[in-house]
C-alpha cells in the first residue's frame, strides 16, 4: 500500500465496470490519494482546466462529448494536446489498442513528464506497476515501438559522463548546459532503449550501466 498523501489522480475511462474497477484498485493502493474521474475527452479538459493531477490515466477509446460513441482517434488527439500543453504530466496509458499509440511516437519521445503504457487485458496489478512508474518519472513503451528508435547523441552521452567520468546529474547537466531535468529526462529514453526499469532491490543506474555496457553504448 503506498501512502502518497498528497497524489491526485485523475482516471478516464467510459467503461462504467473498468472505470470502477482501476478505481477501486487506485484508491487500496494510494488510500489517502484524492481520485478524479471522467468519461469523456471534454470532462478531462475541464477538469484539467480547474485543477491539473500529479497523475493522469486515461484509456484511448473515448467519446469526445456525452452520447457520442468512443474513438480510438478521440483519445489519441486528447494525449496529443496534452503532452504539448501540460509538459510534465504524469500518463498512463490503459487500453486495448496500445499499437495505435505508434502514432504519438514523436510526442512521446520529446515528452518530459513520465509515460507508461499498461495492456488492458493485463491483470491491475501490471497496471499498478506502471502507476507507480508513470509518478517516478519512467517512461515505459512497449518493444514494438522501440523497435528502430534512434539513439540519441545527448543519451549517449549523459552515459558516458555519468559512467565513464563519474559525474552526478548535476554535474552533467553544468557540462552539458542543460537543466538536471532534463538530463532526468535523458535517463528516463535512455533506460526504456535499453529495458531497465525500476526493480525492487536493484539500483536502476547500475542496471543501466551494464545494459549500455552489454549493447557498446560505453566500453
Known amino acids: 500500500?503506498?501512502?502518497?498523501?498528497?497524489?491526485?489522480?485523475?482516471?478516464?475511462?467510459?467503461?462504467?465496470?473498468?472505470?470502477?474497477?482501476?478505481?477501486?484498485?487506485?484508491?487500496?493502493?494510494?488510500?489517502?490519494?484524492?481520485?478524479?474521474?471522467?468519461?469523456?475527452?471534454?470532462?478531462?479538459?475541464?477538469?484539467?482546466?480547474?485543477?491539473?493531477?500529479?497523475?493522469?490515466?486515461?484509456?484511448?477509446?473515448?467519446?469526445?462529448?456525452?452520447?457520442?460513441?468512443?474513438?480510438?482517434?478521440?483519445?489519441?488527439?486528447?494525449?496529443?494536446?496534452?503532452m504539448e500543453t501540460y509538459l510534465d504530466l504524469n500518463i498512463v496509458v490503459q487500453s486495448a489498442h496500445i499499437r495505435s499509440l505508434i502514432r504519438l511516437k514523436p510526442t512521446i519521445d520529446t515528452y518530459q513528464g513520465g509515460f507508461t503504457i499498461a495492456d488492458k487485458n493485463l491483470p491491475m496489478k501490471e497496471m499498478l506497476v506502471k502507476v507507480d512508474w508513470a509518478i517516478k518519472g519512467v517512461i515505459y513503451t512497449p518493444p514494438a515501438m522501440r523497435n528502430g528508435m534512434e539513439v540519441r547523441p545527448e543519451w549517449l552521452e549523459v552515459i558516458r559522463l555519468a559512467f565513464q567520468e563519474g559525474l552526478q546529474d548535476k554535474a552533467i547537466a553544468e557540462r552539458m548546459k542543460v537543466?538536471?531535468?532534463?538530463?532526468?529526462?535523458?535517463?528516463n529514453k535512455a533506460q526504456n532503449i535499453l529495458n531497465v526499469y525500476p526493480e525492487e532491490g536493484k539500483n536502476i543506474r547500475i542496471q543501466t550501466e551494464i545494459r549500455a555496457r552489454q549493447e557498446g553504448w560505453i566500453d
Open 1 to 82: 500500500m503506498n501512502t502518497i498523501s498528497s497524489l491526485k489522480i485523475l482516471i478516464v475511462d467510459d467503461h462504467e465496470a473498468v472505470l470502477n474497477g482501476t478505481l477501486s484498485t487506485l484508491k487500496a493502493e494510494y488510500p489517502t490519494a484524492t481520485i478524479d474521474t471522467a468519461i469523456t475527452a471534454q470532462e478531462v479538459f475541464i477538469q484539467l482546466a480547474e485543477n491539473v493531477p500529479e497523475l493522469l490515466l486515461v484509456d484511448l477509446a473515448l467519446p469526445e462529448t456525452p452520447g457520442e460513441p468512443p474513438q480510438t482517434e478521440t483519445g489519441i488527439r486528447l494525449l496529443r494536446t496534452i
Open 179 to 187: 537543466s538536471e531535468r532534463t538530463v532526468r529526462n535523458y535517463w
